[in-house]
């Protein structure tokens, strides 16, 4: 069946609530307007008002009631509007939900998702990757995906995964992205990434929708006989550090690709983890493509210049298979 | 019962959250018109308290002080509707134990055996064990840092808690989190409260509701202090609450102090009572230095609750006769409220109550009594002190909840699905990215 990416995600959640009444949605304006992005278009329908709870704005509440509602055996799928507003229920998630098994051995079976990135000239406060606020936080897992294969195979382990996971669902793909995905059950399991592409020269690992502008640069590059290997990430916490190291291995060179900010954005961390694994295979520096350290600009030609773009790609690799 | 009317706006002149009138001008006298609604809000309390607290400078020193009248006799126990006696002294021994189990803690961290602070919950006693009295087993509680008796209540032991403090490898957090800091899923139904203030209110409230998707209506309770009832979540859980008629219980705990400012600094209104208008529920005074009282309301609230009624918000008036924690000698609170509250030692006219006024306990059945919770709690102390630290190694792991080590299942029973004919929307266009 052909999907979009949105699509998918609204097929993943459909299901496990069909095969778990103990799944349930929460979040603003999710019921019968079907969500700002209308991934739960429907659910109400379906599923009832006691299952799809439109909630006051109020995110503090929606990721605690969640939580609330897990520590009885629920699973509750949290919509977030635009995960820019994730910074209002900060302290639910960092210190409430994140630290619970840790502290007092409760599990925390939940989902807080919803859309995240720019490239849609939303502005400063619904363009923002929120990613490494969560996985700098030791309990949660932190899920990117790029396709709408992954995107509903990650959504459903998300729901059946026993920790919570903070899901974001890159908003420019919504829509942009359509592929052919099983009508039957699947799931993609978290903590692993994928290769997006096999290539020999070097290797370029990334997440979310920065993989498609790596593949897209990857065609660009082949026209000159420079072969990319693309890694996607797919989770970004639990890190897949085989899959890092493995290219690295491979091909020796490596470019760390992502849509978030420089400073302490997830490069920082898979470039420790390269030197950790896999110094001794580097035959080249490691290279990190990413947005500028600023807020998301507004303005389309600014927005352009502040995310990282194919063009980068193809001038940064072809420095660094000369190198 | 007393019902006391409120008409806003109120002619008569206001009197304080705890006796406080200097604040809110009053507004011009006259009746309700049909434009003005009113509003009520239940009053248990036998006494008015009239004072408040203001910073003066005196010379060099800004230092607060009280002013009002601290002269008013000590009310009784109300009696109370619901309790028998046998549940009187049950209540009235989770209180000695809430209380001897803190002062054996103090002589601890004096011999150095407590790592980190210890906080006291003198004075409030009753509150914390009165009320989580009024919970059945399967219902939940989340308690604050001084309800160390709501955790005793919900059968944690004094060793539990003592551990807690020492860091011990067998309390309940295995040395991971400190003093009221632990909770339990699978038995006794309590939630661990974390360090900021208010996160619990929305998480009750997220309790009740997966009860309520199992078919159940459960009464669930957890505490606000006046000083924490200005977080912003406080706000949000409860309204939350409300919107969605969950059996929230929330006790405010206005025991005057948050940390060193008082109550008239944290808040306009007269009673915090009052905040319930606001989210469209009822709201309650207490004295909390009455257990009677402190039951009754939560046992209507609970009531309510399980009734599908929605929350409750109780303000229980007291104060907190500690400093914040072990640490603060206090030294910004003016004796004389300390005095006036003394007087009130929600213990000791507990005792009085039973003794004298009730006759339920003879002097002989009230020394035993005392006696029994004095040979738990050394046998407890003495457990907690002799048991391990934990293994370095131990901080290791727990992080995450992995394969089988724990079954995520519904607590009150499979969710019936009532479910609509309609099948997933695909109505979108797609725009390919290439």
Redesign the interface.
């Given at each position: 069946m052909?999907l979009?990416y949105?699509?998918a995600i609204?097929?993943g959640i459909?299901e496990e609530m069909e095969r778990d009444?103990?799944v349930?949605c929460l979040g603003e304006d999710i019921g019968i307007y079907?969500g700002a992005f209308?991934v739960t278009?429907?659910f109400i329908?379906?599923?009832?008002p006691?299952?799809v709870?439109d909630?006051?704005i109020?995110?503090?509440?929606?990721?605690?009631?969640?939580?609330?509602?897990?520590?009885?055996?629920?699973?509750?799928v949290a919509e977030f509007q635009f995960m820019d507003f994730i910074g209002c229920a900060f302290?639910?998630i960092v210190?409430?939900v994140a630290?619970?098994?840790?502290?007092?051995?409760?599990?925390?079976?939940l989902v807080i998702r919803g859309p995240s990135g720019g490239n849609v000239h939303g502005g400063p406060f619904h363009s923002q990757n929120p990613e490494m606020w969560f996985v700098h936080a030791?309990?949660l897992?932190v899920v990117c995906p790029a396709s709408a294969y992954d995107a509903k195979g990650l959504i459903k382990a998300a729901i059946r995964d026993?920790?919570p996971v903070i899901f974001f669902e890159h908003k420019y793909?919504y829509?942009?992205?359509?592929e052919e995905v099983p009508a039957e059950d699947y799931i993609v399991p978290l903590g692993k990434a994928r290769l997006a592409r096999e290539g020999r020269d070097l290797s370029i690992i990334t997440y979310a929708a920065m993989v498609?502008v790596a593949l897209?640069a990857a065609e660009i590059l082949a026209k000159e006989g420079i072969d990319l290997e693309v890694v996607d990430l797919r989770t970004v916490s639990p890190l897949d550090r085989e899959a890092i190291a493995q290219t690295v291995r491979k091909t020796s060179k490596v470019i760390l690709l992502h849509e978030d900010v420089r400073t302490g954005g997830l490069a920082g961390e898979i470039s420790a983890i390269i030197n950790e694994e896999a110094f001794d295979s580097l035959d080249g520096p490691i290279v990190r493509i990413t947005a500028q350290d600023s807020p998301v600009p507004f303005s389309p030609p600014q927005e352009e210049y502040f995310l990282p773009k194919a063009s980068d790609v193809v001038r940064e690799a072809r420095k660094l298979k000369a190198y | 019962m007393a019902k006391k009317k409120r008409t806003l706006p109120k002619a008569a002149v206001r009197t304080g959250s705890n006796g406080r009138g200097h604040r809110a001008p009053a507004p011009p006298a006259g009746k309700a018109t049909a434009a003005q609604r009113t509003y009520t809000i239940l009053d248990y309390r036998l006494e008015n308290p009239n004072f408040n607290l203001r910073q003066v400078r005196t010379g060099d020193e800004v230092r607060y002080e009280v002013q009002g009248d601290l002269s008013a006799p000590v009310p009784p126990i109300r009696e109370s509707k619901y309790l028998s006696k046998q549940q009187c002294i049950e209540i009235y021994r989770w209180m000695l134990l809430n209380r001897k189990m803190e002062t054996a803690l103090e002589n601890l961290y004096k011999q150095g055996k407590v790592i980190g602070g210890v906080y006291f919950g003198l004075g409030q006693e009753a509150c914390s064990c009165a009320s989580a009295y009024a919970l059945k087993p399967d219902e939940w509680l989340g308690p604050m840092i001084r309800n160390q008796g709501s955790l005793l209540v919900r059968g944690f032991s004094a060793r539990d808690i003592m551990m807690q403090y020492m860091a011990k490898a067998g309390s309940?957090?295995k040395g991971?989190?400190a003093s009221s800091?632990?909770?339990?899923?699978e038995r006794r139904n309590v939630?661990?409260p974390?360090?900021?203030l208010g996160?619990?209110?929305?998480?009750?409230?997220?309790?009740?509701?997966?009860?309520r998707?199992?078919g159940r209506n459960i009464a669930?309770m957890t505490y606000i202090g006046d000083g924490g009832q200005s977080t912003?979540?406080t706000?949000?859980?409860l309204?939350?609450a409300a919107?969605?008629d969950l059996g929230l219980v929330l006790f405010v705990e206005n025991n005057l102090w948050g940390y060193s400012t008082p109550a008239d600094m944290q808040f306009r209104v007269k009673d915090l009572a009052e905040r319930a208008i606001a989210y469209g529920i009822p709201g309650v005074i207490v004295d909390g230095t009455d257990a009677c009282q402190v039951y009754d309301a939560a046992h209507e609230a609970c009531e309510r609750a399980r009734r599908g009624e929605g929350p409750t918000l109780i303000e229980a008036k007291m104060m907190r006769m500690k400093g914040h924690a072990i640490h603060d000698a206090a030294e910004y609170v003016p004796k004389p409220l300390f005095e006036y509250w003394r007087k009130r030692d929600c213990i000791a006219r507990f005792e009085t109550f039973l003794v004298n006024v009730k006759k339920w306990l003879s002097r002989e059945e009230n020394l035993k009594l005392i006696e029994d919770v004095d040979r738990e709690l050394e046998a407890d102390r003495d457990f907690a002190v002799a048991s391990p630290m934990p293994e370095p190694e131990s901080a290791a792991g727990?992080?995450?909840?992995?394969a089988g080590?724990?079954e995520?299942?519904?607590?009150?029973g499979?969710?019936?699905?009532?479910?609509?004919?309609?099948?997933?929307?695909?109505?979108?266009?797609?725009?390919?990215?290439?």
């Open positions: 052909q979009t949105l699509e609204r097929q459909w009444p103990t349930f079907g209308k278009d429907g329908d379906r599923f009832g006691e299952r709870i909630t006051p109020a995110e503090s509440a929606i990721v605690g009631a969640a939580f609330g509602a897990s520590l009885t055996g629920m699973r509750p302290n639910q210190n409430m630290k619970a098994h840790y502290r007092w051995g409760a599990p925390a079976p030791p309990g897992k026993n920790n793909l829509r942009r992205i359509k498609h897209e | 309940p957090t991971r989190d800091h632990f909770g339990d899923i939630v661990a974390i360090s900021t996160d619990l209110i929305p998480v009750l409230a997220g309790v009740a509701l997966g009860a998707l199992q669930v912003g979540v706000y949000e859980g309204n939350f919107v969605q727990g992080v995450y909840c992995e080590c724990h995520i299942k519904p607590k009150y499979m969710p019936k699905a009532k479910m609509g004919t309609a099948g997933p929307k695909r109505t979108e266009a797609a725009v390919h990215l290439k």
